[in-house]
């Protein structure tokens, strides 16, 4: 396992024992013992408990806050207000574990602060939002971060008693959550539903297992003491107050009709059909590059294949002109061969003609001889 790898399973352990058991209850040696590796392991890669802890939590809450984020970048307040509250029960449903230690009293070894300090940064952009809602409408923006503080908390707390109860569903909570922070409470919808523009399809991820219940001990009743009765205050004549100066009131916003509902619907669902033809033009763009890529490595194959082909015909023809050459050489030596077999045959020939005249010569001189002899006799 590569250095790489080994940080990993050791972060996804850690978060496993960070949600069960918490920071002070969790050593490294169970770390280290789950992971099957040795102590000096975990010091190499973190330094410590307090170094993985910081590690898993900075990534929940960024995992967290890029959801959140995302969610407020829709067009219209409803829409962010539904996508927010259904990112926040997303990543409870999805990242149960990661959740659960967001929610304890963080460690001051995380380094980024305890569950608080992530509802600050979330709110923070919820006010931004926010401001600009309220300078629209009429309202003072300076009271933007209070608001966004009670709509936050209101979203995180139900996060909170949904991470165990996991009933309703999570877009009927959203539902709910969005029809008390947008219709309030003396406009509440008996029966409220997600805009079409914020649903999203279920995910079938596996439930957390729920919370062990603990054992709640009764507070003790607190000793009253008797209360001595305040002396009278003096009486003091009173004066008319002056009238208080009338403000003029804001119209309050209405609420959004069924046909501003159904003309956001039909702009998200044109959206929708805008960002489906830009993934259809970007496929068709991969899908060309792709075809042009293939092309390019089968030209280069037809390329390399037509060199390899040249090259064995020129070795071909070299081994050709190689053969023809030892064959001519061959050729030369079996004509020198026979021109040297000729002229020993020439030679022979002729000595052997000197000799029949030589042995002529010498039986003419022989007979002759014989010839002189016979006439001196």
Known sequence: MSGKERREQLIQISRTLFAEKGFDGTSVEEIAATANVSKPVVYEHFGGKEGVYAVVVDREMQKLLGMVTEALSAS??????????????????????GF?????????????????????????QVEDVMVDEFAERGYDPKLAPMYAQM?????????????????????????????????????????????????????????????????????????????????PRPTEPRTAAPPRPTEPRTATPPRPTEKELRELEKQRERELRE?????????????????????????LARELEKQRQREQRELEKQREREFREQQRL????????????????????????????????????????????????
Do not use: C
Not at 198 to 209: F, K, L, Q, T, V
Not at 275 to 299: N, S, V, Y
């Open 100 to 124: 659960r230690i967001l929610v304890r009293d963080s460690h001051a070894a995380s380094g980024t602060g305890t569950f608080a300090s992530l509802i600050n940064d979330i709110a923070s």
């Open 330 to 377: 061959i050729r030369e030596q079996e004509k020198i061969r026979e021109r040297e077999l000729k002229e020993q045959e020439k030679i022979r020939l002729r000595e052997a003609r000197a000799a029949e005249r030589e042995a002529a010569r010498q039986a003419r001189l022989i007979a002759e001889g014989r010839v002189k002899l016979d006439a001196t006799e």
């Open 151 to 231: 709509l936050v908390g209101m979203v995180a707390l139900t996060g909170q008693w949904w991470l165990d109860v996991r009933r309703p569903p999570r877009e009927e909570v959203a539902a709910h959550l969005v029809n008390l922070a947008w219709n309030g409470l003396t406009g509440l919808d008996p029966r409220p539903r997600l805009s079409t523009a914020s649903r999203i399809p279920e995910h079938r991820w596996p439930a957390a297992p729920p919370r062990p219940a603990e054992p709640r001990t009764a507070t003790p009743p607190r000793p009253t003491e008797p209360r001595t009765p305040a002396p």
């Open 275 to 299: 960002q489906e033809k830009i993934r259809e033009r970007e496929l068709k763009e991969l899908e060309k590059q792709r075809e042009r890529e293939q092309r390019e490595a089968e030209k």
């Open 76 to 97: 219209h307040a409803l829409i962010k207000l539904e996508r927010a509250a259904l990112a926040l029960l997303a990543y409870v449903e999805e990242n149960s574990e």
